[in-house]
Structure formats: structure tokens, C-alpha cells
DNA sequence: TACGGTCCTGCAAACGATTGCAGCACAGCG
DNA sequence: CGCTGTGCTGCAATCGTTTGCAGGACCGTA
């Protein structure tokens, strides 16, 4: 019904319920509404009802210093990694009545800083950030300021911040005893960017899911990207091949490095399983469709976002103040582009 | 600096500046600050500055009654056609001092009116939809609240309401085009859901291009998907060539309805380009990985975004009241899935 | 000296909700 | 009958800004 021109406000319901403006706010707040008589109660609802009374959020988030929104900082929306999660943290937030706030930092720290002052001052309530690096000043303004944060994809080991994160390692190590399970021996892995903490720690979990397999990892073969794209894969995975051209898998760190492998493999006239089997990491969309299909470990994204979202919450309703970091288990995701190697 | 505990207000600025509040809110507002001495503006900046003091922009907006907050409603931010579009709308509007407030609808009617509610109450000043369908009784309220809307790639021809789209029939003309001068002449169609826009549109542009070129379509050439999907597609082109085995090219409203074609190809044992020249449509990031790399329509989506936003920030700036809609030039990527017809 | 005009700044009322406090009515109890 | 306690509602301050209005200072001119 309704759809009037002015904006009705709780004065109106009062007017036309026959009390107090405050009476109306606590009617109409189901955490205060036990306060109030029950038929005084049903009269303005009622009547908000019939007026068609939406209440302010702004006007309430003034008086209560809430916005009930979070903002979520990612470098890139257009980066397939992040819409999942975005996504998982849009549903969880949601349903707790909360809204979150998207912006792009593309990883530079102007836009970095000059967005959570925007934020800032927006009353944001709480940050996500995916950020691939959190200036270190900026995190000490958002601690003074005491509004909660929670990392995403990444760890910040000296500050004390909660973050949810896939568990790289293992991830790895499903890759890693995947191609060792085919009979692989001669493993070589395509870095990511040591700064980052998903590289890292990817590599780490290689040299690791190696050692424990019983197989030496001699330095030539390794070798780091410079970023995670595909020419920088290409690239690494040419040197690989220049100082080790015995290999016969290799652990990508990452879908786009390997599908750069793939890219180098074809400019060398080798064939992927036959020649080299390769496995990626993160099982990005439509990987099915490559060719071949890549083998690649998937990270439940989706959960991460939730989950990410589910320790916010619990920070903001004052729960826990133990720091927590969460590792969710990743799969393998078996394709076409791992195969048994042909000379062993 | 500071990085203070309590939030510094206008007030505080105000005694460190020792001049009155209203002078401070003057002094800092860049359209007020003629009203004020210059070296007075001087002194409540610099103590602004010192104090770290951050304008608290709800408690702006609860006596501006703007919030400088637009909502965009999409159907999932997981469809890898959103992404860049967002990216676009994002970037124009915070050029003009906006955030966006992301929402997935999952084209539900009812996701769509709470979310329209919750940001109703969240006061925001205009709205961006790139939702399939808008309700219309919801269209109605929003009219109502007289608070602008720009509708994405689809448009609502009845009702007067800005949009910004791709123009549907001439990429589907240039797809048309594009096979009709390698050589084909026996062209089918898998056309999208009809009762969206984008799938009516490119249906019609359909027979349109290839009326211009001189080739009659018969209706067996011509198979509805019942969605956007490649399952759609894949049932859609079996059934295109079960009442039509002699087409020699497939031009889909879609891209994913495109990959359904090669699955369907593929379990027909044809093969493509040799046998069948598909055509797709959006140029979703990664196509040109496939087997074969697919030809496709290319939107300019970023584009779209941008053009979508400042359409409605020259509303909300109370610029031209006309209607308007606007259609993008879509440009023609060729790649590995199209080639003349063996069998002339 | 008086007067009109220009600049600037202070005053105070909004914006729309929340909330501590006070007060009223009424019931129960002694 | 008086007192205490409970249950409900009204009052008014408050959140941090913005903004129309009024008034003070100062200048120039008559």
C-alpha cells in the first residue's frame, strides 16, 4: 500500500498511535519491545504498518555510533579469486543484518589508505581485508581506532589479527603426493612472489611435501614468479626447463602460473601430460575447459568468506577476543593435465 | 599522526580553533569556504589537521539527507560478466565522492525487495540494477521515493527508465556478418531465454543480420535455450542439429551457451571449426583458452558500468531529466572456432 | 557623526532516532 | 490505610553536522 511522498517518521507512528515517539522506538525494537505493553505495542506496530514507517538507519546509527556495515577490501573484484568470496561473506553478513562495503585497492596503499578513511568515516563497523599487504601504519590506525579486522587469503604473523586462509601447505602437499603417487620423481615447482604470504607458504609446503616423499629438491628446481599471471609463469617455467630439463611434473603455485606453464611447454614443443604433467592451485572457473583440463587443488572460497565473516561477527557482538587463525582444508581436483610420466 | 582514542568532532576543531562550530563545518566544506575569512578557514584546517580530525559522514548525512551511498543490484557477482561491469560503476563513482553498495539478488523477487528495503532505510541516494527482471510493483515504490534509477543491460522498454546496455543486434551482426563472409550459408541460432532482453534482442538482430545478407532462416534453424547455461546450450544445439545436420556454423547469444555447443558437438563427434564455426557472445575472460579458442562477441563492460554511473550521477546532480538509453559498440574477436565451411 | 553596506562569525534549531531517568497507576502486602 | 514494588510511558538530552538568521565590526560616504 502506501508508497507516500514524505518520508514517514517514528513521530508520525507516535501521532498516529497515540503515544511517545520513544514508546514507538521500543515497540518497534524487538530487543526492547518486552518494555513496553503488549496491545500499546500492537497499536504501533500497527500503525507503522499502515503508514508504511521505515525506520532511518542513519538517524539510528548517529544515536548509536553503529552502521551495521562492514567494509570489505579486495585488490581486484575482477580477479576471479575473489567473487566467491565476496559472495560467501555477502550471504553470512546478511543475515546478521549487516551490509558490507566493496572497494577495489588494486594493491596500492594510496587507494589502500584513502579508502579506509572514507570508511572510516563512513562508521564502518569492521573490516575484511584481501589485500595482498596491509600497511603496517594503516593497521596500527585501525587497532587505535579499535574497529575489528579480519584478514582474508593471507596471514599477518607479528600483529595479532585474526585471518582465514585455505591451508596452503596441505594444498600443496595434495599436489606434491598426487604427482609422486603417479610415479613422478623429477618435481619441479613454479614459485609464486615470496612477499606474499599464499607464495610463501606454498613454497614452504612444497620443499615440505618433498622432503616427506623422500625426494631431494635441488634449488634448480624451483623457481619464483615474479607475480601470479600468466606471462610470469611462462617465463618462470622457462627457466625451469633451461636449468632442468629433466622434469617430468611441476607444482604450479598457482592456476594462472600454471596455465603459463603450459604456454612455455608448447613454445618448447612439449606436450602436457605426456611431456610434463602440471598441477595448479585455487581450481579457478572453467578450468575444465582448458587443455588440457587442469589438475588443480580447490580452495572452498566460499567458505572462507563465510567463515571470515562468521569471526567478525563474533568480534563485534564482543565475543571471543582470542586471536584465531582458521585454515580450511583444500581438495585435489584430478584433470587431464597429470598423467604417469612416459620415461621413468 | 594522533590515531587519538575518542573520535575527534567538529566541536573539538572548533575549541582548538577557538571559533564556533558553524565556522568549522563552513571552513572545511569547499563550497562554503568563501563565506569565511581566509586566514580563519587557514587556522580550523590546520587545527583539523592536527587534531586528525575525520568528518563523521552519517551524522552529515542525517541532516543532508544524502548519504552519497548508491545501490547496485546484480543477480550473482560469481557470473564472470558482473565483475568488470562493477569495476566500472565503482570507479566512476568514487571519482565523484559515491560508494556502491553491492547486493545479489539471484534474480528472487523476494531477495529483491528486502534488499531494496534494507537499502531504502539505508537512505541511499540512487540505484543501479543489472538484475533480470525488476518487480513491477517494486519499480513503482521506487519511483515513488522519486530516488533515481539507472537499469545495466537490459532495459524495461514500457516504463520510462534510463538504461545502458551493448547494442545486442549489432554484435549479433557482426557475428552473423563475420561467418557469412567466410563462406557459410546454412547459419543456425541458439538463442537465449526470449523473456530477457539481451536473448530477445540478439534473436531479433539474428534474423535481422542475416535477412540483410540475403539468407532465408528457416525455424529448424533457430533452437530457444531455456537459460544461460552451457547445459541449456548443449541441449539447445543437440536438438539444432537433429532437425538441421546440415548447418556448417552456430552463432549463440552467449558464451556459455556457446561451450554447450561444443559439448554437443563433441558428442556428436563433429568437430570445430571443421565441421561446425561456433560464435559466441560477452568474450568472458579465458576463451581464448578453450578447444578451440572461441570467437566471440566482446561487450565493453567496464565501459558499461562507467556509462551506467554517470547517467545516474547526472540525475542525482538534477542534470537532464531525459530519458535515456544508451547502447555501447560491441567489437568482434576472432579467434580459433570459426573457419570457411569444408562442404561448400 | 550618522548611516548603509559588506564581511564575517556566532547562535540555535533542525535531521530522526535511542535511552537514562523520572513519574504515574496500580497491585499486593502488612 | 499506607507503603513498597512493578510495569509502563513520557520527557528531554544526545549523537555530529549543517544552515538560516541575526548581529557585530569595520569601512566609506554624506
Redesign the pocket.
Known amino acids: 500500500m502506501s508508497g507516500g511522498r514524505a ?1 514517514v ?3 508520525d507512528v507516535a501521532r498516529a498511535a ?12 524487538t530487543d ?1 519491545r ?8 500492537e497499536r504501533v506496530i500497527e500503525a507503522a504498518e499502515r503508514l508504511g ?4 538507519r ?3 546509527g ?4 553503529r552502521s551495521h556495515t562492514i567494509g570489505v577490501l579486495i585488490p581486484d573484484i575482477t580477479n576471479p579469486l575473489f567473487p566467491p568470496i565476496l559472495r560467501g561473506i555477502e550471504d553470512r553478513l546478511e543475515d546478521a543484518g549487516y551490509t558490507s562495503l566493496i572497494v577495489n585497492t588494486d594493491n596500492d596503499p594510496e587507494r589502500e589508505r584513502s579508502h579506509l578513511e572514507a570508511m572510516g568515516s563512513r562508521q564502518v563497523d569492521g573490516f575484511i581485508s584481501a589485500t595482498a599487504r596491509l600497511d603496517r601504519e594503516l593497521l596500527a590506525e585501525l587497532a587505535s581506532r579499535s574497529t575489528p579486522l579480519v584478514l582474508v587469503n593471507r596471514s599477518f604473523e607479528d600483529a595479532r589479527v585474526p585471518a582465514v586462509a585455505v591451508d596452503d601447505r596441505r594444498g600443496i602437499r595434495l599436489a606434491v603426493g598426487h604427482v609422486i603417487e603417479l610415479g613422478h620423481e623429477r618435481i619441479g615447482h613454479v614459485a609464486g612472489p615470496q612477499n606474499l604470504s599464499t607464495g610463501h607458504r606454498r613454497y614452504l609446503g612444497f620443499l615440505e611435501a618433498m622432503r616427506s616423499g623422500g625426494i631431494e629438491v635441488p634449488d634448480e628446481h624451483v623457481c619464483f614468479a615474479a607475480a601470479f599471471t600468466e606471462e610470469e609463469g611462462a617465463a618462470a617455467c622457462t627457466d625451469l626447463l633451461d636449468v632442468a630439463p629433466d622434469l617430468t611434473a611441476i607444482v604450479a603455485a598457482n592456476d594462472l602460473l600454471a596455465i603459463g606453464c603450459y604456454d612455455a611447454l608448447e613454445a618448447r614443443g612439449l606436450r602436457c601430460p605426456d611431456d610434463v604433467s602440471i598441477v595448479g592451485f585455487n581450481d579457478m572457473p572453467f578450468l575444465d575447459r582448458l587443455r588440457p583440463p587442469l589438475t588443480s587443488v580447490r580452495v572452498p572460497q566460499r567458505e572462507i568468506g563465510k567463515v571470515a565473516a562468521d569471526l567478525l561477527l563474533e568480534r563485534l557482538s564482543g565475543g571471543s577476543e582470542a586471536v584465531r587463525e582458521i585454515l580450511l582444508e583444500p581438495t585435489l581436483v584430478v584433470r587431464g593435465s597429470t598423467a604417469p610420466p612416459r620415461r621413468l
Open positions: 518520508p517518521t517514528i513521530r497515540k503515544v511517545h515517539p520513544g514508546t514507538v522506538s521500543r515497540a518497534l525494537n526492547t518486552a518494555l513496553v505493553n503488549p496491545e500499546t505495542a514507517y521505515r525506520p532511518n542513519i538517524a539510528r548517529l544515536k548509536t555510533s
